[in-house]
């Protein structure tokens, strides 16, 4: 490598450019969103250019999508393919059962659409979005606009019997304006700190009128890959229940990195 990448940057892109590995010829593959995904979307593209590799792209937000375009990587929409074979996205935390809590881009309703509706989810993090439990990370909830300070009172209520460490609930702002999501949505970030029960947490939130979906990515994922600085990926698979350590040949990826780290 002829540029010196940063260290978070080197591990996104190792994970990324792992991950690629599932990726087959004639593939649908949900393109999540977020630095770690656009890392796997520019090499994608990469991949198209130089390798000739067939695949259709299922972005799961408008940013995705541009970028996507940008890369030269064909892109449908799920109604347009209805189930994919993969989706490869980031996340902002991951547990030892791979739980995941997602949406800290906003995009979360998007990304747990398409990663439900394909076969394999393959999710590319780095050291800092693993924990022993979930909730260190602020859980972020959709809700529709419309009556959204009684959704808040609403969850805020059902946090009370919940085995969570903290309760506040914020709403995410852009600036000075509330945050939208491509769905014209808000996002309320549940500061809980400590997920005892993910799983009943989960239903109760999705009970809520006026909550569209919540960040908790449950029995979804099949493999987090955890790239490091040093070019070294951990990639653990739930299914096969291993966990194996491995470089990343990097040698020949001087294009793509440079051009982007400049
Ligand atoms: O859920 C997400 C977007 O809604 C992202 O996958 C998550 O926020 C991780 O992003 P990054 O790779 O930038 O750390």
């Not at 004639?26 to 198209?48: D, F, H, K």
């Not at 997602?102 to 393959?122: F, P």
């Not at 709403?171 to 509330?178: K, V």
């Amino acid at each position: 490598m002829s540029a010196t990448p940063n260290p978070i940057d080197m591990a996104k892109y190792v994970s990324a450019r792992r991950a690629l590995d599932y990726v087959q010829d004639g593939m649908r593959v949900g393109l999540g969103t977020g630095s770690t995904a656009a890392w796997m979307v520019r090499c994608l593209g990469e991949m198209i250019r130089q390798d000739g590799l067939r695949v259709t792209g299922v972005p799961t937000s408008t940013r995705t999508a541009e970028l996507a375009r940008q890369c030269g990587v064909p892109i449908a929409t799920l109604e347009d393919v209805k189930w994919l074979d993969l989706t490869i996205d980031g996340a902002d935390e991951f547990d030892p059962d791979l739980a995941l809590i997602k949406g800290g881009g906003g995009a979360l309703l998007q990304e747990k659409i398409v990663a439900t509706a394909s076969d394999m989810m393959v999710v590319i993090t780095d050291k800092s979005k693993q924990v022993d439990h979930l909730g260190a990370f602020p859980l972020p909830v959709e809700v529709i606009p419309f009556g959204w300070q009684t959704t808040k009172a609403l969850i805020e209520e059902s946090l009370i019997g919940m085995d969570v460490a903290g309760r506040s609930v914020t709403l995410r702002l852009n600036r000075d304006a509330s945050y939208r999501t491509d769905e014209g949505n808000l996002i309320l970030d549940l500061h809980l700190r400590r997920i005892g029960n993910p799983r009943q947490l989960a239903l109760v939130l999705n009970q809520i009128p006026g909550v569209v979906e919540n960040g908790l990515f449950l029995d979804i994922c099949d493999v987090v890959i955890m790239g490091d600085a040093d070019g070294g990926v951990e990639v653990r698979d739930i299914n096969n229940g291993t966990v194996t350590y491995e470089k990343v040949d990097i040698q020949d990826d001087d294009n793509i990195f440079v051009a982007i780290a400049d």
